[in-house]
Every structure is written in C-alpha cells, then in structure tokens.
C-alpha cells in the first residue's frame, strides 16, 4: 500500500476521525512541513533476528514475512545470505511467496556477499561497508580511498546483474562529512537506487541528525534512507527527524527488535507518521496482532510499559484518569486503541477510585448498588499493597463476596488471630474474638493450620457447632490467586441446622478464618431473628 499525506486541515479532520488527540502545538510547528510518501524498510528477519538469543528457523522467518507484508510495509530485509546455506535457503522461500513487499537480502561491499544474494533469486540487495575512522582503523584496516573503491565497484557489480541496490556507509554519523558526500556522489554515479544513513552505534542526537541530512541532501538524488538504532533511546525521534530533513525511507523492526538496544520501532515509526504528519504507511489497525506474533515467534516479551502495543499502553488504573476516559478518551490517551488493533482495559488497583469500580463492574455487565462500592474499593486496595493484581474474575468474585454477606449482623468479631507451623512443629492457632462486647481467648491444635484455626474458632464461641464441610478453591489460575472458601457448620444441639459462610482472599489460613466467623454470624444472626 502506499503511503499518503493530507493538507493540514484535513489531517486535522483525519485526526478527530481517527481519535488522534495529539497536541496542538504539533500543528502549529508542523503545518507547513510537506512529508509525501514514506516508504517502511522492515528489517526484522534480518537486524532483528540479531537480537541477543533469537534464531528464526525457514517456518518462522516465512511466517513473519507474511505478516510483515500483510502489514504493507514496502521492503522487507529477509536475511544476510552470505552467513549459511540455512539462511539463504530461508531467503529463498520468502523470495519464491510471491509477496507484494519488495524482498532484499544483505551484503557486504564484496562479490561473494553479491553472489550468495543473487543465488537467492533477489532484485533488491543492501550493501554496505564501514566509513568512520573508528571503522577503517579498528575493524577494516582500510585507507578512505580504498573502501571507496571497493564501495563503487560493489555497486557496479551488482547493478550489472539488473538488482535494485540500495547502499550504506556504516557508521555514518560517525563519519567525516566531506568523506561521506563523497561516498554519496561516487556511489550514485556507479548507478546506486537508494542510499541509507545508518546511526550504526545511536550516538547522533535529533538537532544533529537533522544537520547531517540537510547536508547530504545537498549531493544526494536518489531517495535517502535511514536506520537508527536505540542505544541512547532516540531511535525513532531520530528516523522522524531524519524524514522532516528529506529521508524517503526509514529502516525499522518490530517491537524495536535489533542489535542491542534495538532498531527504530516499525509500530512507533508508523504511528509518528500518522499522528504527526496524516501519513498512513501501513495497515494501522493489524499493527497490535503483528507485534505480538512476532513477540511469540521470537520468545522476546513486549514489555508492558512498551509504547502502542504494550499490555499497559491502554490500561488505566487511577480512579482520576479512568474518570477522565469515561467522559472522553482524549483526557488520557493520545489515540484510540482500537486504531492498532489494541483494546483498553480498567485496571483495578492501588489507585482505583469508585468510578474505576463501578465503571469496571459495569464493562462486566455486574450492576452494583452504590452502599457496596466503597468496601470493594477498599479491599482492592488492601489486596493491591500486599503485591496482588485483581482480575475481573477475581473481582466479580469479590463484589458477590460481599454484597452477600450483607444479610446478617457481626455479632461475633474477630479481634486476635495467630497461627504457629512449620517442619517438627504442631500446628496451633491462637485466636480471641468478642461477642455481644465479651472477650474470648482460645487455643487449639490441629493437622494442619487451617484445622488449628477453625478449631480455636468453634471452641471461642460455641463447641456445639461442628464442621461439615470445608471447599477450597482458586478463581483463576495464578499461583498468586484470590482463595474463595467455602465453610458449612453444623448445630450438633438438636436443631441440625446448617450454616454457610464464604471468604475470598489471598492467604488460604486467614481466608478460612473469615469464612468459619461469617458462618458463626450467620448462626447468630438467625437464632437472633427466632427469638
């Protein structure tokens, strides 16, 4: 697909339709910067699987080629054939699929990188060899003009097997700048298509980037490229930068893959574009499902906190911000979620208020009346500062918890509880509670802590009560789990009568406790109602 740009006014129009909510200041600096088309050069299969600890076998980079070309991005760098027979076998397969994205392989400035790319049946190779004096001293052991030499005559060489080639001076912003105009001029007149700017080490600043393009627009006409990596987190800011001087092209990875902090980010890139300037690269809305495909393929986790599609991207949990939201996403987002195929998502914890909740509940399709909402509240957070996150099973479960428990008086509290285990030890639990204000002390052993507990329990109030049954269970399946419980007691004084009583809570012992007190309660709160 190709990329388009909107005049200001209807990128204005386009923004507010497609719930963009960037600052206006941005239209004030950038009304009059004309961007045109841009092109997205993917080179996930290739800088990205360079990533410390991921290998791509033939099925993963194929896979991944597919999204990355129903995605639409222009280019796709599937590989570096030279490094194995594997490699260019795999390239191969992605250049036999018949995508619409143009298919490139890597090469360095030699005939043999050459010749294993053309093997691979490509039209399209990336050559590249070292400019900076760091390079020519420590790596190459090369004089100037000898890599230029070797550069053009690369360039030549491939062009005259009819490929389309694109070339990189390496280390190019840490390259003099006479030098690597000079590169620039020698290799388009050795016929070159595309000439890339690689901040190999993410060393240049934005201010500075946009100098060195300037400047090399200045000789260059053929469409400029750039590839930023991250090492000082300006990557994208950089890529962007780079377009507003000139560039026509950005080299970018998924999920900011790529040699050690990575490459510009194709889902930041994208949406940069979008937002800042109406232009529209890619398929926006299958951007979500991409990065997470390929985040399984490669077993490299998106971190929650990543931008556009991490898990927190849309997440809100202050009961100030999820507030804002529910009377216009604007008020915390800078775009709809739904745009790169994301979804939001009310988060409850720490810092969930009442609308947070009742807002949540509702999403659940759970109606709650308002008396109940301050005590869900409350023990969310109770819950969020011991370290648990409560999820919307959890959370209905926990609302049904108390709502119905409302319907009977708490005449028997508990006000001490201690339980002593461990290896060699005999479970005991300690327990004092207060009925009708009369205060009971009790200890009990038993099997297990939780047996200790409900023991020291029925002794403290009444021995008549026996239990029936005890249910444990977890609600999801974390091993950080809410417990529910379930404990039935039994009047052994003639009436046989049942009592239930339910606790829901992280630690299995206490939660049991509260389960056999609202049990006792209930008892009391029956026998009261006969009298």
Do not use: W
Not at 160 to 170: N, P, R, W
Not at 388 to 417: C, G, M, N, P, W
């Amino acid at each position: 697909m190709k990329a388009r740009q909107v005049d200001s006014e209807s990128a204005h129009e386009m923004a507010e339709r497609r719930k963009i909510y960037t600052s206006h200041f941005n239209q004030m600096a950038l009304k009059d910067r004309k961007v045109g088309e841009v092109k997205i050069f993917d080179t996930t299969l290739r800088d990205g699987e360079q990533t410390p600890g991921i290998a791509l076998s033939k099925e993963d980079k194929l896979r991944i080629a597919e999204l990355l070309d129903e995605l639409g991005v222009h280019v796709l760098e599937a590989g570096f054939p030279a490094t194995s027979e594997g490699e260019r076998e795999a390239v191969r397969s992605i250049v036999n699929r018949g995508l619409n994205a143009r298919v490139c392989g890597l090469a360095r400035a030699n005939k043999n990188d050459i010749d294993a790319a053309l093997s691979c049946d490509l039209d399209y190779i990336h050559v590249f060899i070292a400019t900076s004096d760091i390079h020519l001293k420590y790596k190459l052991k090369m004089t100037r003009e000898e890599v230029m030499e070797r550069a053009v005559s690369t360039v030549e060489y491939a062009k005259d097997h009819g490929v389309t080639v694109e070339f990189s001076c390496e280390d190019a912003t840490r390259t003099d700048l006479s030098f690597l105009k000079e590169m620039h001029i020698a290799v388009q007149e050795a016929g070159v298509d595309v000439i890339n700017v690689p901040d190999t080490v993410g060393v240049i600043a934005p201010e500075a980037m946009n100098l060195l393009i300037t400047e090399l627009m200045k000789v260059t006409h053929v469409p400029l490229s750039v590839h930023c990596h991250d090492d000082l987190g300006l990557a994208v800011a950089n890529s962007i930068t780079a377009v507003l001087a000139g560039a026509k092209q950005i080299h970018v990875c998924v999920n900011g893959l790529g040699e050690r902090a990575g490459n510009a980010a194709l889902e930041e890139v994208a949406m940069d574009l979008l937002a800042f300037f109406g232009v529209e690269p890619l398929a926006m809305s299958k951007i979500g499902q991409v990065c997470k495909t390929v985040s399984r393929i490669t077993g490299y986790p998106i971190p929650n906190n990543k931008a556009i599609v991490g898990n927190n991207a849309f997440s809100h949990e202050s009961g100030i911000h999820v507030h804002g939201i529910t009377g216009h996403a604007s008020t915390y987002e800078a775009f709809g979620p739904e745009l790169v195929g994301m979804s939001r998502a009310i988060v409850m914890g720490k810092h969930s208020g009442a609308h947070s909740v009742r807002d949540k509940l509702r999403e659940l399709g759970v109606e709650v009346p308002d008396e109940y909402i301050p005590e869900i509240v409350q023990r969310i957070k109770e819950l969020a500062e011991s370290g648990k996150h409560v999820d919307d099973a959890e959370l209905i479960a926990l609302t049904d918890h108390i709502i119905s428990r409302q319907d009977h008086e708490e005449r028997v509290k508990l006000k001490e509880f201690a339980v002593f285990t461990g290896k060699g030890i005999t479970p005991t639990a300690t327990v004092t509670v207060e009925i009708d204000g009369d205060s009971n002390t009790v200890s009990q052993i038993g099997v297990g802590p939780v047996d200790a507990a409900i023991k020291a329990l029925r002794t403290a109030v009444d021995e008549n009560l026996l239990l029936e049954e005890y249910r444990l269970s977890a609600i999801t399946g974390g091993s950080d789990s809410l417990a529910e419980v379930t404990v039935l007691l039994r009047d052994s004084n003639g009436t046989g009568r049942l009592y239930v009583g339910k606790g829901i809570g992280t630690d299995i012992v206490q939660t049991s406790v509260d389960a056999t007190v609202e049990a006792i309660n209930r008892r009391y709160s029956i026998i009261r109602k006969e009298v």
